[in-house]
C-alpha cells in the first residue's frame, strides 16, 4: 500500500505551519528493514564497552546543543522552555548517565543456581538481543519518548525504527543529533508519518514493539501485532489519584499538586488528574491552590519560547486534544461542578488557563477518563479506607502520588493503590529516577522502560545448562525401569521431605547413577 497523505506540522503556540510529513510508502519501510536487518549483527557483536561509548556521544551532543533542542521541542508541541529542559533534556541525559554505569552489570551473563539433583552441571542465563525493535510513540514528550527506549534498546545490542506522531514528528531531529554526534549509522532509524505507516511498520515483523500512545491505539497495536505474535510493550494513559492526609504542610503539598497537574500543560500520562483531599484540611488546601494558581506565569501567542525559561506554563499541543478537556469540563460544570480557577480559553488560541474544579464526582468525565489538560478536580474524603477505594476506582492505573507525613501511613496506602508507580509526598518522581522501572497496569499497559527491567524487555532471557561429555547414561532417561522408579522415589522423599535425609539421599542417588548406567536400552 502507499499512500501520500500529508500532515501539516504547526506551532501552537502562534498556529504558524512548520512543515508537512507524508505517509511513508512500503518501499521506504521495506528498505528501513533491510538496513535495519543488516546493522543487527553489527551491533549485536558490539562488545558493551563500545555501545556505551557510542551513547555517550549522543549525550554529549544533546548536552553541547540543548537550545537548539528545547527550540524544537518548543515550537512543535508549545510546551515551556523549562518544562523541555527538566524533562525532556534532563531525563534523557540522567537515564544515559545511569545506564552507562549499570548496563554492562545488568547485561553480563548470570550464574545461577543449580540444584542439588543436578549435581555436575552448572546454570547460566546470557542476555541476547531480539533484533529490530519498532517504537512508536505519541505527541507529549517527542525527544524523550523517541530517545529513551532506543538508547535503552540499543544498549541491549538491538537496532530501532522509530515511529514518531505525526503531531510532533521533530523531522530530522534525531538523524541530525545521530550524523552529527557520529553515533552508529542507521543502528536508530525514524520513519515518519501517521496510523498507516505505523500499521505497516507492523505488518513487516520487527521483533518487538515499544509502545507509547493511548489505550484505544494501544488495543489496536497489539490485536495487529498479535497476527504474528511480535512482542509488545504498551505504555497507555491514566488518570493519576493524589491522595492527600490531614497532616501535610499544605504550602508545600499545594505547590507539589500544581506542578504535578500543570507541567506540561496537563498533558502527562503520569499528570495528576484527580485530587483527594481529607476533609479536616479541604477548605484551606483549596483555598490555597485557588491563591497559588492565579500566581502562575502562562505563555501566550508572543510569549514562551522566545524567553529564557521564566514562563511556568506553555499552551496545549493540539485543537483535539483541547477540545476534549473542554468536553469534560463542560460535562462536570452540566452535573453540578463549580470552577474555581481558568476553565475558558482564549477563543481560538491553545493557552489554556490552569484550571481549578471542585463539587466533583465519580459520575463524570473529568473524574473517570483521561482529560490531558491543566484541570485540577479536587474531592474530599473521610478516612484512609475510602482514599484507597476512590483511589483505586478507576481503569487506568499507571502512577498515584500520597501526601503525609506519617510515612507509614502513606506507605500503606501506597501499597494498597493499584498502580505501576507511587511517589509518596512527591508526584510524577517516579519516573524522574532512571533506576526505577516505569510502566502501568490495567488499562494503562504493560511492560516497563528504565531500571534493570527496561533494558531486560529487549532482551531474549536465554537460559544454559552445561553437562559434561561423558558416558554416564543419566537415570531419568530410557529404560525406565521397575528398579529405577523406586529409586527415584526414595530419593525425591529423601531430599524433599521437611527432615532432609541428606546421608541417605547422597547413598540412594549414587545407587540410582550406577542403575543408570548399567540398565541400557535393549
Ligand atoms: P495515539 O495513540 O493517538 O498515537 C500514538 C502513536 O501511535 C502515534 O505515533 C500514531 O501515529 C500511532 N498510531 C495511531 N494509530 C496507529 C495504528 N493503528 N497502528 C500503528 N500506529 C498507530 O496517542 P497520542 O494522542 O499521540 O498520545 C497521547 C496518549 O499517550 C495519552 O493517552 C497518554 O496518556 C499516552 N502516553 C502514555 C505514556 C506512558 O508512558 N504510559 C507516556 C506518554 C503518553
Same mark, same amino acid.
Given at each position: 500500500m502507499t499512500t501520500n497523505d500529508a500532515f501539516s506540522i504547526q506551532n501552537p503556540i502562534n498556529k504558524k505551519k512548520l512543515y508537512e510529513i507524508s505517509e511513508s510508502s512500503n518501499q521506504q519501510i521495506e528498505q528501513a528493514y533491510n538496513t535495519a536487518r543488516r546493522? *543487527?549483527?553489527v551491533v549485536k557483536n558490539m562488545p558493551m564497552k563500545k555501545r556505551v561509548e557510542e551513547i555517550l556521544k549522543i549525550n554529549d551532543y544533546v548536552i553541547a546543543h540543548r537550545e537548539e533542542i528545547i527550540t524544537r521541542i518548543v515550537e512543535e508541541t508549545g510546551k515551556s522552555r523549562f518544562d523541555a529542559l527538566s524533562s525532556e533534556i534532563l531525563e534523557v541525559c540522567d537515564t544515559i548517565d545511569h545506564f552507562k554505569k549499570v548496563a554492562p552489570e545488568i547485561l553480563k551473563d548470570k550464574k545461577v543456581h543449580t540444584p542439588i539433583v543436578l549435581m555436575g552441571k552448572k546454570s547460566k542465563v546470557v542476555f541476547e538481543p531480539l533484533g529490530t525493535?519498532?517504537?512508536?510513540?505519541?505527541w507529549n514528550y517527542p525527544f524523550y519518548q523517541m530517545l529513551l527506549p532506543s538508547i535503552s534498546a540499543f544498549l541491549s545490542g538491538n537496532v530501532s525504527i522509530i515511529k514518531p506522531s505525526e503531531i510532533t514528528p521533530l523531522k530530522? %531531529?534525531?538523524?541530525?543529533?545521530?550524523?552529527?554526534s557520529g553515533f552508529l549509522k542507521d543502528a536508530v532509524q525514524v520513519i515518519y508519518g501517521g496510523k498507516e505507516t505505523g500499521k505497516i511498520l507492523i505488518d513487516a515483523k520487527p521483533d518487538k514493539i515499544h509502545f507509547t500512545g493511548s489505550v484505544a491505539t494501544g488495543k489496536k497495536i497489539m490485536e495487529q501485532a498479535a497476527k504474528q505474535l511480535t512482542p509488545v510493550d504498551l505504555e497507555l &494513559? &491514566?488518570?493519576?489519584?493524589?491522595?492527600?492526609?490531614?497532616?501535610v504542610n499544605i504550602e508545600r503539598t499545594a505547590n507539589g499538586l500544581l506542578w504535578g497537574s500543570f507541567t506540561n500543560c496537563g498533558q502527562s500520562c503520569t499528570s495528576i488528574e484527580r485530587?483527594?483531599? *481529607?476533609e479536616s484540611i479541604y477548605d484551606?488546601?483549596?483555598?490555597?491552590?485557588?491563591?497559588n494558581i492565579c500566581k502562575l506565569k502562562l505563555s501566550d501567542e508572543n510569549r514562551n519560547y522566545f524567553e529564557a525559561g521564566d514562563c511556568d506554563m506553555g499552551c496545549m499541543t493540539s485543537e483535539a486534544q483541547t477540545q476534549i478537556v473542554e468536553a469534560h469540563i463542560l460535562d462536570a460544570v452540566q452535573k453540578g461542578a463549580k470552577i474555581l480557577a481558568g476553565g475558558k480559553r482564549k477563543p481560538g488560541s491553545l493557552h489554556f488557563p490552569p484550571t481549578l474544579i471542585t463539587d466533583v464526582n465519580h459520575t463524570m468525565k473529568i473524574v473517570t477518563e483521561e482529560t490531558f489538560g491543566p484541570i485540577l478536580p479536587v474531592m474530599k474524603f473521610k478516612t484512609e479506607k475510602e482514599a484507597i477505594q476512590l483511589a483505586n476506582d478507576s481503569p487506568y492505573g499507571l502512577s498515584a502520588s500520597v501526601w503525609s507525613k506519617d510515612l507509614e501511613r502513606a506507605e500503606r496506602v501506597a501499597k494498597s493503590i493499584a498502580a505501576g508507580n507511587v511517589s509518596i509526598n512527591n508526584c510524577m518522581l517516579t519516573?524522574?529516577?532512571?533506576? %526505577?522501572?516505569? &510502566? &502501568?497496569?490495567k488499562n494503562s499497559g504493560f511492560g516497563r522502560l528504565k531500571g534493570e527491567w527496561g533494558l531486560l524487555s529487549f532482551v531474549n532471557i536465554k537460559s544454559i545448562i552445561i553437562d559434561k561429555q561423558s558416558s554416564i547414561i543419566e537415570p531419568h532417561w530410557y529404560p525406565h525401569t521397575k528398579n529405577k522408579y523406586g529409586l527415584l522415589t526414595s530419593l525425591i522423599v529423601f531430599l524433599f521431605s521437611r527432615s532432609k535425609k541428606l546421608v541417605k539421599f547422597a547413598l540412594v542417588g549414587m545407587k540410582l547413577e550406577k542403575v543408570g548406567a548399567k540398565e541400557k536400552i535393549k
Amino acid at each position: 500500500m502507499t499512500t501520500n497523505d500529508a500532515f501539516s506540522i504547526q506551532n501552537p503556540i502562534n498556529k504558524k505551519k512548520l512543515y508537512e510529513i507524508s505517509e511513508s510508502s512500503n518501499q521506504q519501510i521495506e528498505q528501513a528493514y533491510n538496513t535495519a536487518r543488516r546493522m *543487527q549483527a553489527v551491533v549485536k557483536n558490539m562488545p558493551m564497552k563500545k555501545r556505551v561509548e557510542e551513547i555517550l556521544k549522543i549525550n554529549d551532543y544533546v548536552i553541547a546543543h540543548r537550545e537548539e533542542i528545547i527550540t524544537r521541542i518548543v515550537e512543535e508541541t508549545g510546551k515551556s522552555r523549562f518544562d523541555a529542559l527538566s524533562s525532556e533534556i534532563l531525563e534523557v541525559c540522567d537515564t544515559i548517565d545511569h545506564f552507562k554505569k549499570v548496563a554492562p552489570e545488568i547485561l553480563k551473563d548470570k550464574k545461577v543456581h543449580t540444584p542439588i539433583v543436578l549435581m555436575g552441571k552448572k546454570s547460566k542465563v546470557v542476555f541476547e538481543p531480539l533484533g529490530t525493535i519498532l517504537i512508536i510513540t505519541p505527541w507529549n514528550y517527542p525527544f524523550y519518548q523517541m530517545l529513551l527506549p532506543s538508547i535503552s534498546a540499543f544498549l541491549s545490542g538491538n537496532v530501532s525504527i522509530i515511529k514518531p506522531s505525526e503531531i510532533t514528528p521533530l523531522k530530522g %531531529l534525531i538523524e541530525k543529533i545521530i550524523e552529527e554526534s557520529g553515533f552508529l549509522k542507521d543502528a536508530v532509524q525514524v520513519i515518519y508519518g501517521g496510523k498507516e505507516t505505523g500499521k505497516i511498520l507492523i505488518d513487516a515483523k520487527p521483533d518487538k514493539i515499544h509502545f507509547t500512545g493511548s489505550v484505544a491505539t494501544g488495543k489496536k497495536i497489539m490485536e495487529q501485532a498479535a497476527k504474528q505474535l511480535t512482542p509488545v510493550d504498551l505504555e497507555l &494513559g &491514566g488518570k493519576d489519584p493524589a491522595v492527600v492526609f490531614e497532616d501535610v504542610n499544605i504550602e508545600r503539598t499545594a505547590n507539589g499538586l500544581l506542578w504535578g497537574s500543570f507541567t506540561n500543560c496537563g498533558q502527562s500520562c503520569t499528570s495528576i488528574e484527580r485530587v483527594y483531599i *481529607q476533609e479536616s484540611i479541604y477548605d484551606e488546601l483549596v483555598s490555597k491552590l485557588s491563591y497559588n494558581i492565579c500566581k502562575l506565569k502562562l505563555s501566550d501567542e508572543n510569549r514562551n519560547y522566545f524567553e529564557a525559561g521564566d514562563c511556568d506554563m506553555g499552551c496545549m499541543t493540539s485543537e483535539a486534544q483541547t477540545q476534549i478537556v473542554e468536553a469534560h469540563i463542560l460535562d462536570a460544570v452540566q452535573k453540578g461542578a463549580k470552577i474555581l480557577a481558568g476553565g475558558k480559553r482564549k477563543p481560538g488560541s491553545l493557552h489554556f488557563p490552569p484550571t481549578l474544579i471542585t463539587d466533583v464526582n465519580h459520575t463524570m468525565k473529568i473524574v473517570t477518563e483521561e482529560t490531558f489538560g491543566p484541570i485540577l478536580p479536587v474531592m474530599k474524603f473521610k478516612t484512609e479506607k475510602e482514599a484507597i477505594q476512590l483511589a483505586n476506582d478507576s481503569p487506568y492505573g499507571l502512577s498515584a502520588s500520597v501526601w503525609s507525613k506519617d510515612l507509614e501511613r502513606a506507605e500503606r496506602v501506597a501499597k494498597s493503590i493499584a498502580a505501576g508507580n507511587v511517589s509518596i509526598n512527591n508526584c510524577m518522581l517516579t519516573e524522574a529516577n532512571p533506576a %526505577l522501572p516505569f &510502566g &502501568g497496569i490495567k488499562n494503562s499497559g504493560f511492560g516497563r522502560l528504565k531500571g534493570e527491567w527496561g533494558l531486560l524487555s529487549f532482551v531474549n532471557i536465554k537460559s544454559i545448562i552445561i553437562d559434561k561429555q561423558s558416558s554416564i547414561i543419566e537415570p531419568h532417561w530410557y529404560p525406565h525401569t521397575k528398579n529405577k522408579y523406586g529409586l527415584l522415589t526414595s530419593l525425591i522423599v529423601f531430599l524433599f521431605s521437611r527432615s532432609k535425609k541428606l546421608v541417605k539421599f547422597a547413598l540412594v542417588g549414587m545407587k540410582l547413577e550406577k542403575v543408570g548406567a548399567k540398565e541400557k536400552i535393549k
